[in-house]
């Protein structure tokens, strides 16, 4: 079923993906509407910077 992952399912990952996207995209699916596109644009390059700098920094420690 999974072949092209050798190690199968990484199930700590899956339910960390999880618990975090979905309140994410609830949240978002209650501001659609509600923000301007200049304040969604800044929202959305909000969240890539912090994801961003946290990735970096990751990387570098």
């Excluded at 992952?5 to 979905?22: F, K, Y």
């Excluded at 994410?24 to 509407?33: H, K, M, Q, S």
């Excluded at 923000?35 to 990387?59: F, H, K, N, S, Y």
């Amino acid at each position: 079923m999974f072949g092209h992952l050798p190690g199968g399912v990484d199930w700590t990952l899956l339910a960390v993906g999880a618990l975090t996207s979905v309140p994410g995209a609830i949240l978002g699916a209650r501001l659609t509407g509600r923000l301007d596109e200049g304040q969604l644009l800044r929202a959305v390059g909000v969240v890539l910077l912090v994801a961003g700098t946290v990735t970096i920094l990751q990387g570098i420690l």
